[in-house]
């Protein structure tokens, strides 16, 4: 396999077409670097250490290695149209591997929202069908355990309002689209449990985001309140939002023990897929013993 790789790879032909030419010209100022080096002793030790004159010939030898290095780089690099196909060739492996990740997140996310509303809302609205069916039967002949039926029913719908209002904000949080992002993330502070510092600088008041850049940053931002309210044992976090002409950029940092790991199949790894469907970076430093700090930047045009 990788002998196969190698093969193909057209960086394997530039270097073999520089070590046949090296063969040819290595040799060539090899000997022409000896003929000055022996040249420089004669004439530049007599010229320099008798006469005090600068030295004339030695300098050559960094000419020649200029040469060597010039005629090699000619060899070696790509040519403008390959160095565009490779750049290309990456960009579209790369885009390959987001747009993976990306729909693994988004069949995780439909996933859950299906065991959300399966176990949750459905199971609670089939309860309260049942009950109401038993209040209308118990109607005539029990007025008092029909009303009774009634008042569970009225309950487990608040119930199930409830359970459905959550599952819509996993989706995509009314609060956003009300508050906006700062004002989002600061709710998002204020019911984290975390004694939590949310500065922002240039997001609130500007030009908002588009809608996809400011439901990841939300969730992003939630995501790692999340993770450093149970895994940290910190009481205090700290949220920074930066605007910046291309881009936003979010940094969540605790005060906690760290040891942050994104193979467990925690909740950085769908953070991580999500901000790379929208072309940004994830970047966790979270050493034992902390703190643990995620720099978070999404390409924006405000």
């Known amino acids: 396999m990788r002998v196969r790789t190698a093969v193909k790879d057209p960086g ?4 073999l077409r520089w070590l046949a030419a090296h063969l040819l010209y290595g040799w060539l100022l090899a000997y022409a670097s000896l003929i000055v080096w022996i040249f ?6 007599v010229w320099c250490w008798v006469l005090g004159h600068r030295a004339v010939v030695l300098p050559l030898l960094g000419r020649l290695a200029d040469l060597d290095a010039a005629w090699s780089r000619s060899l070696l690099d790509l040519s403008p ?5 490779a750049e290309l060739a990456d960009r579209v492996e790369e885009l390959t591997a987001t747009r993976a990740g990306a729909m693994a997140a988004h069949g995780a996310e439909l996933r859950r929202i299906e065991r959300d509303l399966h176990d949750g809302t459905q199971a609670r609205l089939v309860a309260l069908s ?5 209040a209308r039967r118990a109607y005539d002949n029990s007025p008092d355990t029909a009303r009774k039926l009634l008042d569970d029913a009225q309950d487990q719908v608040e119930e199930a309002l409830t359970e459905l209002r959550h599952v819509v904000r996993g989706i995509h949080p009314p609060i956003l689209t009300d508050r906006g992002l700062v004002g989002a993330v600061r709710a998002l502070a204020a019911g984290s449990g975390l004694e939590v510092e949310v500065t922002d600088d240039g997001v609130e008041g500007g030009a908002r985001a588009p809608a996809a850049v400011e439901a990841a940053a939300y969730f992003s931002v939630a995501e790692a309140l999340t993770n450093a309210a149970k895994h940290s ?4 976090a700290r949220v920074e939002l930066l605007r910046t002409p291309g881009s936003l950029r979010i940094s969540v940092c605790d005060e906690g023990c760290g040891g942050a790991d994104e193979s467990g199949g ?3 790894l769908g953070m991580r897929r999500r901000i790379a469907a929208l072309d940004g970076i994830v970047q966790v430093s979270s050493p034992v013993g902390g703190p643990t700090a995620i720099e978070v930047e999404l390409p924006c045009v405000w």
């Open 233 to 236: 044992g910190s009481r205090r």
């Open 266 to 268: 925690s909740g950085l």
């Open 81 to 85: 149209d390959a160095r565009r196909s």
């Open 130 to 134: 049942m009950r109401v069916g038993l």
């Open 40 to 45: 420089g002793i004669l004439v530049d030790g």
């Open 12 to 15: 394997t032909y530039r270097d």
